[in-house]
């Protein structure tokens, strides 16, 4: 158990410090001499930061694989340029397949 909490400290340590960095970098102007810097302050460029160091420091992979997964997502556009014009539809419509098939598994108490 106690591996397991160094383990979670780590994962967001790093996860938080290069936020920090990036923020920083961000507000000092740095990001914009940097090709694509400007893209690396989104929503989706922190699930993917955070899935690569969640990958990298967990011993259980799955929150990574998420992280890693959703940050792909929502940056369709710039990974894969054919899907432009649909990546606006593509979250929703995975949220709303991944919703129903949770409501259709969940087991009902009595």
Sequence with gaps: MAASKSNDRLSYGITILIFGILFLLDKT???????????????GSFLLIA?????????????????????????????????SSYSNLIVPGLLIIAGVALVLTAKKKD
């Design 51 to 83: 899935g690569i160091v969640f990958l990298c420091t967990q011993p259980k992979k799955i929150l990574g694989w998420i992280f890693l997964g959703v940050g792909v997502l929502l940056n369709a556009d710039t990974f894969f340029g054919w899907m």
């Design 29 to 43: 102007g740095v990001l914009y001499n940097i090709p694509y810097g400007e893209k690396l302050i989104s929503v």
